[in-house]
């Protein structure tokens, strides 16, 4: 799997295909499909859907700063000389260069997120609205584990979208990816969703401790969907889309969304705090992908759930009395069948928020009431109520 790769420009080389950029497209809505009395679906078309979202999605160049280099390189890692007539090649000072994501507007008032990657390195960032105008933006805040980012326009009265609920995406759901593909205009492409809670260890490179649990969907996407909108059949956000596997850097076939329980979790944080406030249950699991050989090198009984492999002491977990070769099997009363599953239950929610775990130790069902830590600072911040709920009246969704 690898991160849509960003196009760049130097001042130097112009191209015509400077502004491509990071990422995913996911996709999706077919509207309320309906059988018919013979048995066959008719299916609605991703109008309503499109023409809801398509307003809130954003297209976002970063500036990147030229530095001078002993080697010469520039900021994309090329190596640029020129001749200074004694013969000898010379290191030439990086000039600006730029790239470009997507991102989608949350709020009126002129928060967007996207992607971390999208954002990290620039020394200036620009938004372009659906309507052409052109602002300025700031970056508010960034979470490299999850890779999402929040920045911030000067403006007021902006189409923006809410979130739906994650938890209730599933298997076979039509969606709809939106975003700039290729420094095209606004793009709307469609899928399903292929799977739920992919880990393909693309957020290892910018974080010691990374959230991965990735809606998956065979939408078409390309460098440039970085940041973007993945919405329902109600042009709701579900995912913000983010990666794509692919052995050449364009579409392939699978992209990966981040789940928009996460994304709601991390940008109300970063909106309130300037920083994601992470919750931490405190035991170490198996693998997702673990094979019967290594079950039994482990010593790891067969069983439902999350193998815990080790308990940290004074943790939540420990607390609620779980144990080295447990099985946890439920958060919140929602089935966990893997370690990604349960990490994205956990990570949308905050130090000394109280879940209800159920777990296996010694053949007998346990359930208990944990509640979860995080570091002082951040657990004393998270005390507070959020600011920020992004939540639509019936009447404006009317409207639209």
Do not use: C
């Not at 076979?172 to 292929?194: D, K, R």
Request: proline share 3%; no cysteine.
């Amino acid at each position: 799997a690898t991160i849509a790769g960003t196009t760049w420009n130097s001042s130097k080389h112009p191209t015509n295909d400077a502004l491509s950029g990071d990422h995913v497209q996911s996709t999706s809505v077919f509207s309320h499909s309906k059988f018919t009395g013979s048995g066959s679906v008719q299916m609605a078309d991703f109008e309503m859907a499109a023409t809801k979202a398509a307003p809130a999605v954003v297209h976002i160049k970063a500036i990147i700063g030229g530095r001078e280099t002993n080697e010469g390189a520039s900021a994309n890692g090329l190596q640029q000389y020129f001749d200074d007539g004694s013969g000898q090649e010379q290191p030439e000072r990086s000039r600006a260069q730029m790239a470009s994501g997507s991102g989608v507007s949350v709020s009126a008032d002129g928060y967007i997120v996207t992607n971390n990657h999208v954002v990290e390195h620039a020394s200036e960032l620009m938004v372009t609205l659906n309507n052409k105008k052109d602002y300025k933006a700031t970056i508010v805040g960034v979470d490299p584990s999850s890779d999402l980012a929040v920045i911030k326009i000067d403006a007021e009265d902006l189409p923006y979208l809410s979130f739906a609920n994650s938890d209730d995406v599933h298997l076979g759901q039509w969606v709809l990816a939106i975003g700039y593909p290729l420094n095209l205009e606004t793009t709307v492409t469609s899928g399903i969703v292929s799977a739920k809670a992919r880990n393909i260890g693309i957020n290892n490179k910018n974080s010691k401790s990374p959230v991965e649990s990735f809606i998956q969907t065979d939408a078409a996407v390309n460098p440039g969907n970085s940041g973007g909108a993945l919405v329902n059949t109600l042009g709701e956000i579900i995912g913000i889309n983010s990666a794509i596997a692919s052995p050449t850097g364009s579409y392939a076939g699978y992209s990966y969304a981040i789940p928009s329980n996460l994304v709601k979790k991390v940008v109300t944080d970063i909106i309130k705090y300037g920083s994601s406030k992470r919750a931490y249950l405190g035991v170490s699991y198996g693998s997702d992908q673990m094979s019967e050989a290594d079950r039994k090198n482990n010593n790891i009984k067969e069983g439902d759930g999350v193998f815990v492999m080790d308990v940290s002491p004074g943790s939540a977990a420990a607390e609620a009395g779980i144990e080295k070769g447990d099985f946890i099997t439920s958060v919140n009363s929602h089935v966990i069948n893997t370690g990604t599953e349960m990490l994205e239950k956990i990570s949308s929610l905050r130090p000394g928020d109280k879940i209800s775990i159920t777990f296996q130790h010694n053949g007998e069902v346990k359930t208990a009431e944990v509640t979860l830590k995080g570091n002082d600072a951040d657990y004393a911040a998270a005390q507070e109520a959020p600011a920020f709920e992004n939540q639509r009246d019936e009447e404006q969704d009317e409207q639209q």
